[in-house]
């Protein structure tokens, strides 16, 4: 079955970066891209951005365009979130998820906490 | 960009009850690219409704999806325990792809 497995939760100082994995399973990676989604505590769902899992290209939101890097490793099934200059407005659960480009978001990661905090 | 407006912001209705939620957009939704998706507390959101109308795999029957251009409904025929949960609608036919601000169907 379809899995998203992201990495553990992290804390982080202001000012500082945080990269968040998400390891693909149990489908072909190369032919889907990924998505991140983030959730501040009690608000709701914010898109960031996608990759295309197998060629790398992205598009994000403007909003974070200056501040986010995506990348993909298909030796690993496994893309990557960057999120730099981290803001305590950032503390939030990042979450993965399958997205085919023009289709809607079918599995989820289990979400990772970041806590940005001094 | 396209901003989704969903109402109520709270439904508060009893199990056996029917749930009707609406999503309205700023423009007109691409090819009825338009989702549900449910959230539980502590889990991630999951895929009920895809084109507008379309179930995702393993979604009850008792949810349904609804119209067009700039008008969107998710109805639950007849709620259960399990149903009580915060939903989004979301569109993805244009970047940046973006979500409503969530109806939260609670207990009465």
């Not at chain 1, 659960?93 to 990772?112: E, I, K």
């Not at chain 2, 901003?3 to 009850?17: D, I, K, M, Y």
């Not at chain 2, 423009?27 to 889990?43: C, E, I, N, T």
């Not at chain 2, 609608?89 to 169907?105: D, I, L």
């Amino acid at each position: 079955q379809v899995q998203l497995v992201q990495s553990g939760a992290e804390v982080k100082k202001p000012g500082a970066s945080v990269k968040v994995s998400c390891k693909a399973s149990g489908y072909t990676f190369t032919s889907y891209g990924i998505t991140w989604v983030r959730q501040a505590p009690g608000q709701g769902l914010e898109w960031m951005g996608w990759i295309n899992a197998y060629k790398g290209n992205t598009n994000s939101a403007q909003k974070f365009q200056d501040r986010v890097t995506l990348t993909t490793d298909t030796s690993t099934n496994t893309v990557y979130m960057e999120l730099r200059s981290l803001r305590s407005d950032d503390t939030a659960v990042y979450y993965c998820a399958r997205d085919m480009l023009l289709g809607p978001f079918d599995n989820w990661g289990q979400g990772t906490l970041v806590t940005v905090s001094s | 960009e396209i901003v989704l407006t969903q109402s109520p912001g709270t439904l508060s209705l009893s199990p056996g009850e029917r749930a009707t939620l609406s999503c309205r957009a700023s423009q007109s939704v691409s090819s009825s690219f338009l989702a549900w998706y449910q959230q539980k507390p502590g889990q991630a959101p999951r895929l009920l409704i895809f084109g507008a109308s379309s179930r995702a795999t393993g979604i009850p029957d008792r949810f349904s999806g609804s119209g067009s251009g700039t008008d969107f409904t998710l109805t639950i025929s007849r709620l259960e325990p399990e149903d009580f949960a915060v939903y989004y609608c979301q569109q993805y036919g244009s970047s940046p792809r973006t979500f409503g601000g969530g109806t939260k169907v609670e207990i009465k």
